[in-house]
């Protein structure tokens, strides 16, 4: 007896198995190449003093990087729901918003002060520089991204929104997007640094 139950949920669970897999296979036919568009943020600079002392430094660049993709959702109904898949991607990947800190000992406009204002600008086009460098790579990653997410079954339509929300969090979680992002950080440290190095501090010194 006991043997015929474990039988008989065997036999029900491949039942109700198999409806949902035919709901799954019906959405790959509203599978779309998705259209990519890529572009980046305008950007400000705000120039601070703090009220402590920069111990190690005279000024910094404290850089927001945004990455925002808003999906254009292909919606299709079928017998017992909706397929719902990726027509666009929006995507605004960059800097918005660049906050130079610079030491409170330096008054504004004197030598110091503008010295390393000038300093902090070319790391400021410095992080420009890379995104503009990036676009190709970082528009074919949103393609790939885009296009490798097959359409999503929901039963509802007050669904589509979760769905939608389910592809965006597949979409920025791809291992192409991420890769690319990382190496993007990798570009900036590297700029950064040589900047750093091949000025050690000269425009500041002549005002010594």
């Not at 993709?69 to 898949?85: F, L, S």
């Not at 570009?187 to 000025?199: G, H």
Request: hydrophobic share 40%; glycine share 2%.
């Amino acid at each position: 007896m006991k043997n015929c139950v474990v039988g008989g949920r065997l036999v029900f669970a491949l039942l109700c198995m198999f409806p949902l897999s035919l709901l799954a296979d019906d959405c790959l036919q509203f599978k779309k190449i998705p259209r990519v568009i890529l572009d980046v943020p305008d950007w400000n600079k705000t120039v601070v003093q703090p009220k402590e002392s920069m111990d190690m430094w005279h000024g910094n660049v404290v850089a927001t990087l945004i990455d925002n993709y808003n999906i254009v959702a292909d919606v299709n109904k079928v017998n017992d729901g909706y397929c719902v898949g990726i027509k666009s991607v929006d995507a605004i990947v960059g800097y918005n918003d660049f906050v130079v800190q610079i030491d409170i000992t330096h008054k504004p406009d004197s030598c110091q002060y503008n010295a390393i204002l000038a300093h902090e600008d070319k790391h400021i086009k410095t992080y420009l520089s890379v995104i503009d460098d990036f676009k190709p790579d970082l528009q074919k990653s949103v393609f790939a991204a885009a296009d490798s997410i097959m359409p999503i079954f929901v039963k509802d339509i007050d669904d589509v929104d979760v769905a939608v929300n389910n592809i965006n969090n597949k979409l920025q979680n791809h291992p192409d997007l991420i890769i690319v992002k990382q190496k993007l950080r990798a570009a900036e440290e590297i700029r950064n640094k040589k900047i750093d190095q091949d000025e050690d501090n000269k425009d500041l010194k002549k005002c010594l």
